[in-house]
């Protein structure tokens, strides 16, 4: 990361970032499936999950599958691994009830309210994000955090997902801010910091998942770390 005197912009992703993803989707899986009655403990069945979700998102972002197969093919992909069987119908059935829940619950990472009132009183925040349009501002809204941030930028609306340019073209555009006054902070390395990277912008990377990235490259493990670089 250069010098970030010039610095007028911060864009956020959102989840994996300040709304604690994994931590609320567990709560709302426990939900679903006791309104289901799908006889599977929470635990295990997260440990399957969470890398063919990642997995599946990755192939999202890279428009390899839909949204509607993404939101099958996890559940799927999972139960099958776990030797359960389920109809297409249940399985749509707990995906209309997950992305229902997933919003209910709204625990954010440690320190991302106070982190997010230190950088307000100096910068204009932004949210660019390449969830579901309905699911993530209702997580801004129920974890209320919505008002700190000047714009959201959802890749629904561009058409595109992070990394494509446009994304992060489009966030510039609506915010009035130019590259090089902006920064991008968010989990995801690929599609967050080398997006924003190809576009000129500022980038550091939060580091949720403890990944080994080039040296080369700004991050914090901690979202109170970002204070020592804005």
């Known amino acids: 990361m250069n010098n970030t005197n010039e610095i007028k912009h911060v864009f956020f992703d959102?989840?994996?970032?300040?709304?604690?993803?994994?931590?609320?989707?567990?709560?709302?899986?426990?939900?679903?499936?006791?309104?289901?009655?799908?006889?599977?403990e929470i635990a295990p069945f997260l440990r399957v999950y969470e890398?063919?979700?990642?997995?599946?998102?990755k192939d999202f972002r890279e428009e390899r599958v839909t949204k509607e197969?993404?939101?099958?093919?996890?559940?799927?992909?999972?139960?099958?691994?776990?030797?359960?069987?389920?109809?297409?119908?249940?399985?749509?059935a707990l995906s209309e009830s997950y992305i229902d829940e997933l919003p209910?619950?709204?625990?954010?990472?440690?320190?991302?309210?106070?982190?997010?009132?230190?950088?307000?009183?100096?910068?204009e925040l932004h949210i660019i994000t390449n969830g579901f349009s309905e699911v993530q501002f209702l997580k801004l809204k129920n974890s209320k955090i919505?008002?700190?941030?000047?714009?959201?930028?959802?890749?629904?609306?561009?058409?595109?997902?992070?990394?494509?340019?446009?994304v992060f073209e489009k966030a510039l555009?609506?915010?009035?801010?130019?590259?090089?006054?902006?920064?991008?902070?968010?989990?995801?390395f690929e599609a967050d910091i080398l997006g924003a990277q190809n576009v000129g912008m500022h980038?550091?990377?939060?580091?949720?998942?403890?990944?080994?990235?080039?040296?080369?490259?700004a991050l914090v493990n901690q979202l109170s770390e970002i204070k020592n670089h804005l």
Do not use: C
């Open 14 to 40: 959102l989840d994996h970032t300040l709304w604690d993803f994994d931590k609320n989707s567990a709560l709302a899986f426990s939900r679903v499936f006791k309104k289901h009655k799908i006889a599977i």
């Open 51 to 57: 890398p063919i979700n990642f997995n599946y998102w």
């Open 69 to 92: 197969q993404l939101r099958r093919g996890r559940l799927s992909d999972t139960f099958k691994t776990l030797k359960q069987e389920y109809t297409i119908d249940v399985i749509d």
């Open 104 to 123: 209910v619950d709204n625990h954010l990472f440690d320190g991302a309210i106070d982190l997010l009132t230190y950088l307000a009183a100096k910068y």
């Open 146 to 166: 919505d008002h700190f941030f000047k714009t959201v930028t959802t890749s629904e609306e561009v058409g595109k997902k992070k990394p494509n340019p446009l």
């Open 173 to 188: 555009s609506k915010a009035a801010a130019i590259p090089s006054q902006s920064i991008m902070i968010g989990d995801t």
């Open 203 to 217: 980038t550091l990377f939060y580091n949720y998942r403890s990944e080994r990235i080039p040296d080369t490259y």
